[in-house]
Every structure is written in C-alpha cells, then in structure tokens.
C-alpha cells in the first residue's frame, strides 16, 4: 500500500500540521507520505504523536489504463482465504543492544510495506524488521543505529529502494534524517550500505518531508528559513525553492501544486504551481465566510472544494470559476479523504463509515457492509486496488459464536461502484468448515482445530495496519502485539 494501490499515490504521514485558517485538517492521500517533525524534546512514543498531532495520510490514487474487473473475478479472487504465516517484529534478544528502552518492547505494527518478496514491518516503537516472504525469516531489522527511532517508510519504485525517515536520541528526537537502501542490500541483510538524503535540509519541528509517487517528487520544508524545497525522486535533486513565510500548507495533485496563505478576514489568498517547475499557473482570492473556521481546502486536478465550520461544502472549477455547493446537512467535515483521480471520485470517512462522492457533490455509493472498526480512522489498514474498484479494510464483525472475543473484527472487501461487501474473512470462514468430532480431511484432530480457530480470532483482534499484495494476491495485517499475519488461498 504500498499503502494503497499499485501505482497508487501515497502520502504516508508519521504526524500532521495544522491546516490552513489555523485547521489543517489530515486527509488521506496515497502515493505521498508526509512525515513532520515533532515539536517535543526527548523521547516521544511515535504513536503518542499520532494520536495527539492527528495522523496525516492521503493517497491519491491513479488507475490502471482498463479499469475495473467483473464482480465474479473479484469474488474468486478473495475466495477460501486462510491465516497461512505469522511473522513476529519484536526481538526478545535486543538487536545491536538497543538504547532505548522502548525499543525492546512489543509495541503495535504501524505500517506495511511490501516490495517484491520482502515484508517490511515498522512498529510504533519504531523498529523495523523485514522478512523474506520465500524463505519465511526475518532477514534483518532497517534500524543500523543503536538509538534510531524509524517514523516512516517508502518504497521508491523509480530505483528500487526503500526511504527510511528516522530521529535519534542523540538529536533528542528533534530533526527528520532521511536514508535511501536499495532493495538489494536489504535482501543481502545490509541495510547499513543505503546513504543519507537531503542532508543539506533542517527537519525540525513544525518541518516536513513529503514523498509523492504520482509526480516523482518530493517536497521538503524547513521551518528554520520558512522554505519549500522541490527535489526530483529519481535522483534527489534539488529542482527550485519557495520562500514565502506567507504560505500556510501547500498540497499537491497529480501536475500542479496549490498553495495556501495565510488568511485575510473574508478571503483566503491561493496560487496553483506547475510542479515542474514551479511555474505559477494561477493566483486568486476565495472568499470565505467572517470568523468561520476553514475545515480544509484541497485541490483534485481543476477542482478546489473548500469546506468551513457548519457551513455548505463548495466545489470550485478553478477553470471557469464556476462554484457547486452541497448542504452542510448532506455533507458534514469527515475525518478523511482518499482521492480517486482517474474516476474522478473521493472517498470521506466519518464516524467508522466510507461514503463515495463525485465533483458534482453527488453521493455515490454507500457501504453497506463496512462499518470500519477503528473511530479513529487511519489508512494504514485501508487498501484500495490499483483498478480503484475495491476497498479492503478491517471492518467490525459480525455478532457470532466465533467473534465474541473483545476487539476481534473481520477484513473486508468491497466494491467501491456497489457499496457490495462481495468477500469477508473473518474466524467463522478463514478455517475450515467441518466441526465434527472426528478427524477433518486434514487429518487435524478436533483440538487442533480449534487451536486453528484461537489462532485465527487472535489475528483478527486489534488489526493497527493492513496491506494486500495484489501481484502474490495474499493480505497482510498486523496488531497490537507486533505481529504480522499473512492470508492467501
């Protein structure tokens, strides 16, 4: 999912700023991840972050060029999935005598990353582990020193490597250290082979980096100076430089950048940048209501949707200046968006439940089935497909006699055009069917079955992240505990 789809764009944030108006609110976003520094000293549980800064993450998805396969291929694709493989992030031992106290205790899996045939596993402690989906081993762990706290992931598709994003108790968790690893070192088992990134940059707290995989860049700030910095992903160069202590947020769409500044009484000054080149394509006022908080602005291609306290969502064409407004009463601030750009959709999640809606404010489709379990939503255990017609997600289950244990759900897969939960794993289907007192056809004994079952409830209780490897067509979760789950038919 990578986070969210294979060509999927990735915003993966360890914590969040605030958003424009003084309320940056965390949309979902794929294929960039933002990762901001904290603004405490000494030592800071990355999670404590996330829940008191608010995790932002937003994926903007790009499609395949033939969208969507038929219901009936879905449905035998995610047919008779089991637990098939555990993997386990916590080192009993300590590796490299760890430092830091809460490194060496087991902490909840936070991301998920899968490259090819390696998992990669990053705890909310912030250790991280990669494991050979071949041979089954964890290969080695990406922290090469004895004090580093990894914050963040990214896999850069355009050479082969995985972007760690780390602080240090020797910088008292201050500043944002970047290091590229080719994927090969990692499967040699010398992650410490990777070098450093953007070393020139001063990542501190309220500073950024953000990765985006649609327009193969990325986009620093350093709080120091008050500069935006534009690096290309391919090769980390510096491509040009913002300096504006004005801009407020600046977000990114596939081609164009929007720039927020700091706003006046009844407007908010914009400008929409070539990301190329910095080139500015636009600058113009939008009004807003007097002493109406701004619940968010984004920018989807040449749509602006702007959205204030108790007041209408308004949909702008930044083209004609044409302006589309929807009810407060039908469209009330969700905690989250996802960008669907080929299909021209967004996704809102708001109180455990995803809506799809279009440009023109209309609502889509509504999910049946998919109560999210989690109040809090996070995209680390949402995928979307690369086609864009399927969302999986760890869902509340079923009241049954095999998901009463406190905090077990179920992983579910939808169609995003239906809202139809067209396959489900839960502890009732993701074991096999026979119950009788003899030996099944597996030759399991009715005790080692239910050994199964135990197994099976305990994966499913408390999933913090989740991934779905389309190529290998298999879902991987972990929890609570530092564990990692493999399901696969």
Known sequence: MEGFGGSRNRRITMASSTGSGGNRRPPLCGGRRRVIATKK????????????????????ICSKPHRSSSITKSL???????????????DPVGQCSLVLPLLMKRAKVIEIVVVHDIVFALASSGVCAAFSRDTNKRICFLNIYPDEVIRSLFYNKNNESLITVSVYASDNFSSLKCRSIRIEYIQRGKPDEGFPLFETESLKWPGFVEFDDVNEKVL?????????KVFDLKNYTLLYSIADQQVEEIKISPGIMLLIFSRGQSHVPLKILSIEDGTVLKDFNHLLHRNKKVDFIEQFNEKLLVKQDNE???????????????????FMTPSAFIFLYENQLFLTFRNQTVSVWNFRGELVTSFEDHVLSHP??????????????LIVSFCKADNGPLTDRRGAGSINISNIWTGKCIAKINASNAVSSKQDDDDDEDGRSPNQRQVEVNMVEEALEDITSLYYDEERNEIYTGNSNGLVHVWSN
């Not at 809090?376 to 017609?389: E, K």
Request: hydrophobic fraction near 30%; aromatic fraction near 10%.
């Open 41 to 60: 000293r000494g030592w800071t549980n990355p999670l404590a972050v996330n829940n008191s800064v608010k995790k932002l993450q937003r994926r903007e």
């Open 220 to 228: 620093t700030f350093s709080a120091q100076d008050s500069i935006y």
């Open 312 to 330: 209408n969502l308004q949909i702008l064409d930044v083209r004609n200046a044409e302006v589309k407004e929807v009810a407060s009463t039908e």
């Open 376 to 389: 809090d939503c996070n995209t680390n255990n949402i995928y979307i497909t690369s086609d864009q017609d």
């Open 76 to 90: 035998h694709r995610f047919c008779n999935f089991r637990l098939t493989e555990r993997y386990d992030i916590h």
